[in-house]
C-alpha cells in the first residue's frame, strides 16, 4: 500500500511559482511511475507530468513543457512539480499518483495510489 500525501498548493497571480511536493509512505519498489494530475471544476482529471523513480525520466504534457517542472528526491520519496508563469488556466486541484512503470503515463485510470490533493488559484 502507498500513501502519497501533497503540500505546497496555494493561491498565487498569474506569473508566479509554487512548487508542489508528493510525498510517499513507502514504494515496494524502484520501478514506480509517479505522476501529476489536475482537474478544474467541470472538467475532466488530465495529467501533466510523470516520472519514473528507477533512472528519472520524466513526461510531461505539450502545456506543461515550458512552464512545468517534475523532480524527485529519491531517498525522501519525494516528487516535486515546479510551477512557473502560472495562469489562471493552470486554476484546478492538483493531485499525485502512483502506479507500477510509466507506460501510458498520462492514463488516469491505470493509476493504484492517490493522493487527497492540494488546491491551486491563479488569479489575474
Known amino acids: 500500500q502507498v500513501q502519497l500525501v501533497e503540500s505546497g498548493g496555494g493561491s498565487v497571480q498569474a506569473g508566479g511559482s509554487l512548487r508542489l511536493a508528493c510525498a510517499a509512505s513507502?514504494?515496494?519498489?524502484?520501478?514506480?511511475?509517479v505522476g501529476w494530475f489536475r482537474q478544474a471544476p467541470g472538467k475532466e482529471r488530465e495529467g501533466v507530468a510523470s516520472?519514473?523513480?528507477?533512472?528519472?525520466?520524466?513526461y510531461y504534457t505539450d502545456y506543461a513543457k515550458d512552464r512545468f517542472t517534475i523532480s524527485q528526491d529519491y531517498a525522501r520519496m519525494t516528487v516535486y512539480l515546479q510551477m512557473n508563469n502560472l495562469k489562471p488556466e493552470d486554476t484546478a486541484m492538483y493531485y499525485c499518483?502512483?502506479?507500477?512503470?510509466?507506460?501510458?503515463?498520462?492514463?488516469?485510470?491505470?493509476?493504484?495510489?492517490w493522493g487527497q490533493g492540494t488546491q491551486v488559484t491563479v488569479s489575474s
Open positions: 516520472i519514473y523513480r528507477a533512472g528519472g525520466i520524466t
Open positions: 513507502a514504494y515496494s519498489s524502484s520501478t514506480y511511475c
Open positions: 499518483a502512483a502506479k507500477p512503470r510509466c507506460d501510458s503515463w498520462s492514463q488516469t485510470q491505470l493509476y493504484r495510489y
